[in-house]
Every structure is written in C-alpha cells, then in structure tokens.
C-alpha cells in the first residue's frame, strides 16, 4: 500500500505527459504507457517478469522494476500498486482532505491513524514529485562548467 501511495502522484504526472505527447506525437511509441493500467499493459510476460508484475508470481520476477528518473523504488510495477483498492481509496480520501472536507466523507466519523498516516505519505509523494519538478528545472537552467 505504502509503494501505491508513494508511486501515485508519479503516474499520474506521467499519464497527463503522456495524453499530451499522444496528442502532439501520436507516431511515437509511449514507453511509459504500459504502467498506467494494468489492463492497458502491452508488456510480453517476459518483459512483465522482468519488470515486477504484481499479477505474476513473485518467483517469476526477473528484475526491480525500473521506472523514469526520479520516480520511487517500488518492489513492483507501480501500474499495479496504484490500482490496489486500498490506494484508490486513499486517494478520493486524499481529495477530500485537501479540500477541508474528510470528515464529511467519513459521515461525522473520526477519521481512523490509519487513514491519517496514509493521508500524510500520499500528500508527501506529491510534495516530492512537485521538489523533483522544480529541481529539473533549475537544473536546465544552469550553466555547468
């Protein structure tokens, strides 16, 4: 759950980056697609292996899953650990939460450590891929010697 959280922000960055290069590159082959969704995966059960599918066997995995820079380690293919119920759930929480309004969704109800804790590493994601952002960009700006 912690890797879905950690992962989420991440692919849906690089899912609005890749809407964006389909509409004004649609010849080129968008790598990164295949981990969106695990029922979009076009991903042989070789290349699957290799990259960690939660839907295969662990004892079939060949290698970490390897994703652009930046992005967090995960012990498996992100696609997989973003579509994992309890990460999705934690997500219409999360748009909730940032708009004052948990408490409301939780119907009166105090919201559980649990869900407070999950709460705090996806909005910590979010803080990491907005830093990841703005240290790209400085980086391109500056003159290396």
Do not use: F
Not at 55 to 73: I, S, V
Not at 97 to 126: C, K
């Amino acid at each position: 759950m912690i890797e879905g959280l950690r992962a989420l922000p991440w692919a849906h960055d690089i899912r609005a980056q890749t809407a964006k290069d389909e509409r004004d590159y649609p010849e080129e082959n968008q790598t990164w697609h295949t981990i969106l969704r695990c029922a979009d995966c076009r991903l042989s059960p070789d290349q699957r292996a290799a990259q960690s599918c939660g839907r295969m066997p662990a004892r079939l995995h060949t290698g970490p899953w390897r994703g652009p820079p930046g992005w967090p380690a995960t012990g498996l293919c992100p696609g997989y650990l973003i579509g994992l119920p309890v990460v999705e759930e934690i997500a219409r929480a999360h748009a909730w939460w940032t708009r004052g309004q948990l408490a409301q969704w939780l119907h009166g109800a105090d919201p559980p450590p649990v869900l407070i804790d999950a709460l705090d590493i996806l909005e910590g994601a979010r803080n990491a891929l907005e830093a990841y952002r703005h240290w790209t960009v400085a980086d391109s700006g500056r003159q290396h010697r």
